[in-house]
């Protein structure tokens, strides 16, 4: 039994590896071929292991979301579904289904180099979020920080070097060097854990220097329309002051996906 399930597993892989290196037309027909074995295979499974699956796998998502982790498709097979692989997507779309209806969230697949990770977004209109949502005292801490960062990265036209950033938090009391009242451990917050869940990137060029910027959680958690606005709030403004952001907002605006829990 547990070489079959080996078995399979790899050959998920091998299959999500291929795909990665197909065109779009070939990846269209092998995603429709793979729907149709999770179909079958889903299919196969009685009502109430499914529904069993489809919990458990919520409760991973969700338990997986509270520390802001991505979670790798092997991770939910591995962790959840085990024998079950091939159904993972007739069960994920089921699991996303209880996610938007009963959490006001989704589990959304971003790309980081060539991995496929899934992480959890919001779904409620910006104006219901706080309302039903509890905020701890140390959450609101980070997502302050966050949105400061992010903001910053922004305002330097998506990329600001580690000594640049460094130099910009100093003047609002924010040094890297001393642990903050509020925020703790700056330094491993914003160079790890902000990297770790994939709201920063952070790369080495060839100068050596360090350089950060949006990260693909951030891409598709953060409207940036709502952050430039809240930016030109602050600085006694609107939007059309900041010419080459709003631009930019402009050119990719989006629905508001969510932000940091």
């Not at 770790?196 to 100068?207: G, P, T």
């Not at 952050?227 to 050119?251: I, K, P, S, T």
Request: hydrophobic share 35%.
């Amino acid at each position: 039994m547990s070489q079959r399930r080996a078995k399979g597993r790899r050959q998920m892989e091998e299959e999500e590896e291929e795909m990665d290196t197909q065109g779009p037309e070939a990846e269209q027909s092998q995603a429709s071929g793979r729907l149709s074995q999770a179909q079958n295979a889903a299919s196969k499974m009685d009502t109430q292991l499914q529904k069993r699956k489809v919990v458990e796998m919520v409760r991973y998502l969700l338990c997986a979301d509270r520390k802001k982790a991505p979670v790798r498709r092997k991770d939910i097979i591995d962790k959840v579904l085990g024998e079950h692989s091939r159904a993972f997507p007739v069960l994920f779309d089921k699991a996303n289904q209880q996610l938007r209806q009963v959490f006001g969230v989704e589990a959304k697949e971003i790309l980081r180099g060539k991995g496929k990770y899934y992480v959890v977004v919001n779904t409620l209109p910006a104006d219901k979020r706080d309302l039903l949502v509890e905020w701890s005292q140390p959450a609101m801490a980070h997502t302050g920080l966050l949105s400061l960062v992010l903001s910053l990265v922004m305002m330097k036209q998506g990329q600001v070097t580690e000594e640049q950033l460094w130099n910009l938090l100093k003047r609002l009391g924010i040094q890297s060097d001393r642990p903050h009242p509020q925020f703790g451990d700056v330094q491993r917050l914003i160079s790890k854990d902000f990297v770790d869940q994939m709201f920063l990137d952070k790369e080495r060029k060839v100068s050596g220097e360090h350089c950060f910027s949006w990260g693909p959680r951030a891409e598709a958690e953060v409207d940036k329309k709502e952050l430039l606005a809240f930016v030109a709030e602050l600085h006694g403004g609107n939007l059309a002051q900041w010419e080459g952001q709003f631009r930019d907002v402009l050119e990719n605006a989006k629905p508001l996906r969510g932000k940091q829990d």
